[in-house]
């Protein structure tokens, strides 16, 4: 394929056609209700305003920690990401810039790992640099008609009549997942603890089951709602997550995934991390 080609949407087969999920351990022992740590690298097909596969590069980074709080309610939720951007630049040279968020979320162990409360810090940064006239804290909360977030002395409400979650909550409640249900599940999304989005449904989507060498079989579970693009989730024999996808975008499990980021920082080079790049 082309640079000049417009490409389909992902799925793990074009993604291992690509070399994009180079190197992938084989499942191991994993218990989705207990302790672990899953990295992802951030993968994308779009370059310069256009799809396609001639482009496609490494985005950045999401890591996700979970641990069962001692008082047996719920877990925390601990992340970070960091996504590294490309400033216009064709040829992919420094400077970059980047934008990082910590966060530590209060959830219940329900099957949509509901956040209760919350906390964050967005980053931004160039090149080694951290910009901290940028930096920004907030904290959030579960409340009686919905949610509200806080930032300095400025509190801003969320009304939501329905059950609701984040998108970061849904990487570790797909997991936990019951693969025999028929009934999907109906909520509403509050994307990265701040936008609401109604109307959301996840359900086991069998159509898109496959199986890939050196991985096994992958289930799949599927989002749509309003205002989002589809998601597609796939977990592995274990029950771990292994690739998460919307349309052009690639979220795959990577131990290495911290270290490639900060490679691409280092050199300033936008680096494609396929088959041994």
């Known amino acids: 394929m082309t640079a000049d080609t417009l490409a389909p949407w992902l799925t793990p087969q074009r993604l291992q056609e690509l070399g994009a999920l180079q190197p992938m351990s084989p499942p191991g022992r994993f218990d989705p209700e207990g302790d672990w740590v899953n990295r992802y690298r951030m993968w994308a097909a779009i370059a310069r305003g256009r799809i396609d596969y001639g482009q496609s590069r490494m985005l950045g980074h999401l890591v996700l920690r979970r641990t069962r709080r001692p008082d047996g309610d719920g877990f925390t939720l601990s992340l970070h990401q960091k996504v590294v951007m490309d400033e216009g630049d064709p040829a992919g040279r420094r400077p970059h810039g980047w934008h990082e968020i910590d966060a530590e979320i209060r959830c219940r162990c329900d099957e949509l790992a509901r956040p209760v409360s919350w906390r964050m810090r967005n980053r931004f940064g160039r090149d080694l640099a951290i910009l901290d006239h940028l930096t920004m804290q907030e904290q959030g909360a579960k409340t009686a008609d919905g949610a509200a977030y806080t930032i300095g002395d400025e509190t ?99 131990e290495q995934a911290e270290e490639k980021t900060e490679q691409m920082l280092r050199d300033g080079v936008l680096r494609k991390f396929e088959g041994g790049q």
């Open 156 to 254: 801003f409400p969320i009304h939501i009549d329905t059950p609701w979650t984040s998108d970061w909550s849904l990487f570790e409640a797909v997991q936990r997942l019951d693969g025999t249900a028929d009934e999907p599940l109906r909520f509403e999304l509050l994307e990265k603890l701040r936008l609401p989005k109604p109307g959301q449904v996840i359900r086991r989507n069998p159509a898109l089951d496959c199986e890939l060498a050196g991985i096994g079989p992958l289930r799949c579970f599927s989002q749509t709602g309003h205002g989002i693009l589809p998601v597609d989730y796939w977990r592995d024999a274990a029950g771990r997550l292994r690739i998460v996808v919307t349309l052009h975008v690639a979220w795959i499990l990577d």
